[in-house]
């Protein structure tokens, strides 16, 4: 095959993935040289005519504004596209380099883009954001080829401006004896441009399948979009191409649009990669794992990584092409989105228990609980934003399934209307704070030590050494008395007096325990109250009142003890108490 006949399959071939395998392929067949390859380029040049596109500014818009505009940018950036490449091929002649050149890059990489730029051609807004390249520039291939086959009007005939069609607001154009239409659609400025639709789009397979028989307008015989889609992709080496090209037969035969060896090479990788994502995920959440989960988190990310491999090798080494590349492509981009939530909401939980080992944090705390919580729900949030953008990347509409979400959502929340009561309730217990995990409180009739505090209920361990739970709900609403709030005690005693007894000995004895009682560093001294009251029943009590300065309960109650014993020691000798020092109440 001469340098010639391959830059003439080349012109008609136009996916990016496949230009790689396409130069390579030129520079392993060409053997006449720079001279050759450079007549090539002058031939296709001169039957495409000049370039027009080539005083434009990069930054000008693709001209869209008419069907004529529309078409001949068609024409004229797949011509482009063809000289770069071509150009590309006569550079990489000239050299023995291995690999490419950065010059060749360069021209490749021009290439492509004026590929892509004819892609804007196409109205692609019924595709999946994702699969748009690659649906993008299997449509301009096909196009091209199917332009190639069939009788298309003068450039001059074309149409600078059409009427809106019958039943529609939108003008149409199509290509006389054809289904092939263009639709203007006003940008965001109002001004319309020309794409085909997308109905056309979807159609080309079926475009091509109807013409694929008939002759080339150029005379060529070789139907390249199948010699070429039925090829490596675009990181094969030249080694993988040569051997290919040595197949037998029914291995290059064509198979619902793929190549024998390409379904072989396709099941292979499918069965390697995806099984071993299988077993590795098997392995790592199979067993029961402890501390940060790093083997389950770092077996998700090799699934990841997996999954892009699996995408790469499908793409451009085996070169699956059409809607089964854009299938695996969805797929793929689904697992992954999928797989990065897992990890997120794994890493986001793995934070949440760690909280119990920070110090000082009580684990049965009300706030281990909420910080706990707090970072599970950022997990969860994470997680939902990756699921959406793959969900955009896809093409799903967000705002039904944010309707959907709305309505089961309240659906949701009115049956589980209890469970929510109960964590407003621990809310509130966290924002007032009435209690704390340890404290000593009473409510409803019932005393103890608060245990826990959780997002749902409070566990109190009663005086009795039982355990009351209770909810939220109920406790936030409830008159608590904390024991453990106070910033003292009331020291409280009541003597009973002898109705015979002496009124200065009495005196006496209010003086001297009053006394004592100011002198001791653990009481607030302006807070003493010894003195005779009259009971209900007609009988005299010495009431001897003060507050503590100690908080801690059982501090509290060895000082008492000490205390009550004192005052004792000091009522005695005066000979006032009644019953030889009964005591009253204490």
Known sequence: MDVLTAANRLSRSFAPWRIL???????????????TAQTADTTVAAEAGPVAASDRSPLAPLPLSSPRATFESFQTLSQEAVDTILEAIDVASNNTAFFDTAEVRALKAEG??????????????????????????DSVLLLKEILERIDLPEISEVPLSVDAAPGSDRPIWTIPETEIRMVGTPDANGTLRYKFSPETVRRLPEFYARVRHLPQQTGSEVDFYRTFTLGPGLSAPIELYSTLTRLPPSLLRDYA???????????AVTLVIIGGCVILLVRAFGRPATGWHARRAVSLLVVVALLGVYRWLNDDIINMTGRVQTLIEEI???????????????????????????PGVKREGLDASLVRLAIRLTGIILAGFVLATVATRLGMPLYGVVASLGVGGLALALAVRPTLENFIGGIILYADRPVSVGDMCKFGGVQGTVEAIGLRSTKIRAVDRTLVTVQNSDFAEMSITNFSRRDGNLLQFDFGVRPDADGSEVMKAIAEVAAQLRDDPRIQKDSVRVQVRETPEADLQLEVRAHSLLADWSSFLEMRHKILVSVLDTLKPHGILRHDGELANG
């Open 21 to 35: 395998a396409l130069a390579l392929a030129m520079t392993f067949w060409s053997s006449a040289g720079p001279a």
């Open 112 to 137: 492509v883009e004026e590929l892509m730029k004819a892609a804007q051609t196409l109205d692609l807004s019924a595709v999946a954001p994702e699969s748009r390249e690659t649906v993008g520039v």
């Open 257 to 267: 649009g793929q190549a024998a060896w390409q379904w072989l090479a396709f099941g």
């Open 332 to 358: 793929v981009l689904l697992l992954q989105g999928l797989t990065l939530a897992a990890f997120v909401v794994l890493v986001f939980n793995s934070l949440a228990r760690r909280i119990w080992t920070v």
